[in-house]
């Protein structure tokens, strides 16, 4: 079964419960209203977060149990672009820098016009705004000679660093890449300066939702310009892969899947199950286009450690974090995802971005119909019969289950079979609703309270044209008379 032990809060309600996701480096949990290292940090000027979406996904694929970790925080800095290219030719690309060098060129205003704008050319912020420009452009052109021109002689490492990313990058076939210096540059001791640059970016096609990343960079400042001593990885959920990892990449018509040369061979297969699971994700997104791509990442045990800052629990085979309101990225665990559980695995997780997208508050009570439409879609995919009947039974005849309907997520001591009845649950309404009501009806009722936070009742009476309390006695008899 693939279900999701869903925890979620507003950060700015200090009362939010902490979620049971997977640790990120220096801190046990996400603490309501407290920054923590890899996360966003708050928006300057008072403003605090429209949305911290914390939960954990749990996925039952045989014993020992799994569970997929899903975050979102949505920033002053998030960005979305109307409007999605689906074209693109399907290819597996090999081989790092020299595999990176025959992409293509994005296009002449894939470069940002904002590089610090109003920063004169001669002045420090304006030659910083020259070097990142100068980047960006050799970056999209395939030219990494111009891309590392930059660094300082000085700067040991930074070289190697840097031309692993934009190898990485390369595979990846970005296409957009906007940096910024966020704020004025700051002068230091022995002729340096820093700035935290700010960077979108987007694979495959330029017309995407940009994932969006901060990094602190200094800089040597002499007469001649200014030169690269350090460029960080992103402050906010990372490293991410690109920035740490050199990458394989497959690229197909829906997904952008990598990992690194170790697992390499595993490409081909796994991104054939996730375009088909793409196939049938994208036909519930009903609040808007798809993303341009769904993105993948295959993480092995050094990468399952590092990547995006997460420190997983051992039962965790992935985590998927949207990186905007409208941007996912998604990592699986190559030593417990296979080929033939990536079709299982991502026809749920892509539910989760197609359903959630644009979603800035996460609402309370509404935990089943997230994870039971992701179960939903899953089985309607899978074509057979749900798996995890077994569990339903145990669970509703062990006495834990009070014929709750609007079930919240399984406290932190549940055990694996616990978790899978609690999704079973969510399963079953789901389908009763949609068996009795047509999916397009279930999908009304989602939206009103999953999407907008309209209470039950009222969603219940809007969709279904009945009151909440018949709908969930219905679907808790409907739940009694299967297990």
């Known amino acids: 079964m693939v279900g999701d032990e869903r925890r979620y809060a507003d950060v700015d309600d200090v009362t939010a419960t902490r979620p049971a996701i997977p640790h990120q480096r220096g801190e046990a949990r996400h603490e309501a209203r407290h920054h923590v290292p890899g996360e966003p940090a708050p928006p300057r000027g008072g403003t605090v977060f429209r949305l911290a979406l914390l939960a954990s996904l749990a996925v039952l694929l045989g014993a020992p149990a799994g569970a997929i970790a899903y975050a979102t925080a949505r920033h002053e800095h998030s960005a979305i672009v109307s409007g999605q290219d689906l074209a693109g030719d399907e290819s597996v690309q090999s081989g790092g820098r020299a595999g990176a060098k025959a992409g293509q060129p994005g296009t002449p205003d894939a470069t940002a016009n904002a590089l610090t704008p109003n920063a004169l050319p001669n002045t420090l912020d304006g030659r910083i ?25 000085s700067a040991d490492g930074l070289r190697e660093d840097l031309a692993r990313r934009f190898g990485s990058l390369r595979q990846l076939q970005v296409k957009l890449w906007q940096p910024r210096a966020d704020g004025a540059a ?12 700010r960077v979108k970016y987007c694979y495959v096609v330029t017309t995407c939702d940009p994932m969006e990343l901060a990094a ?46 170790r697992y390499a061979s595993r490409l081909p297969a796994m991104l054939a199950a996730a375009e088909q699971a793409a196939e049938l994700t994208d036909t519930f997104a009903r609040w808007g286009p798809p993303p341009a791509r769904y993105v993948v990442y295959l993480a092995g045990p050094d990468e399952w450690a590092s990547w995006y800052g997460m420190r997983p629990e051992a039962w965790v085979i992935g985590f998927a974090l949207p990186l905007t309101s409208s941007a996912t990225e998604i990592v699986l665990n190559a030593n417990r995802v296979d080929t033939k559980q990536t079709l299982d695995v991502l026809r749920h997780e892509f539910t989760h971005v197609v359903t959630l997208s644009g979603v800035e508050k996460a609402y309370e009570h509404t935990w089943w119909l997230v994870e039971g439409i992701a179960e939903y879609v ?73 999407r907008q936070g309209i209470s039950l009742d009222d969603s219940a009476r809007k969709a279904f044209g009945t009151s909440w309390n018949d709908v969930a006695d219905d679907c808790a008899h409907y739940v009694r008379a299967r297990a």
């Open 129 to 153: 705004r020259k070097a990142l420009r100068d980047q960006a452009a050799a970056l999209l052109g395939g030219d990494e000679d111009g891309f590392l021109r930059p660094v300082d002689p």
């Open 186 to 197: 700051k002068t230091g001791p022995g002729g340096t300066a820093t700035v935290t640059v």
């Open 216 to 261: 602190d960079t200094r800089w040597k400042v002499t007469g001649e310009g200014v030169t690269l001593l350090e460029f960080g990885t992103s402050t906010e959920l990372g490293p991410r892969p690109w920035e740490v990892s050199e990458l394989r990449t497959a690229v197909g018509n829906r997904v952008v899947m990598a990992t690194t040369a």
């Open 378 to 450: 899953r089985v309607k995919g899978s074509g057979k019969p749900f798996d995890q009947m077994g569990d339903v039974r145990a669970y509703l005849r062990g006495g834990r289950w009070k014929s709750e309907i609007a079930l919240d997520d399984p406290p932190a001591d549940a055990s694996t079979a616990d978790v899978s009845g609690r999704y079973g649950v969510a399963y079953l309404s789901l389908q009763h609703l949609a068996d009795r009501y047509g999916e397009d009806k279930l999908l009304e009722f989602f939206d009103y309270a999953a």
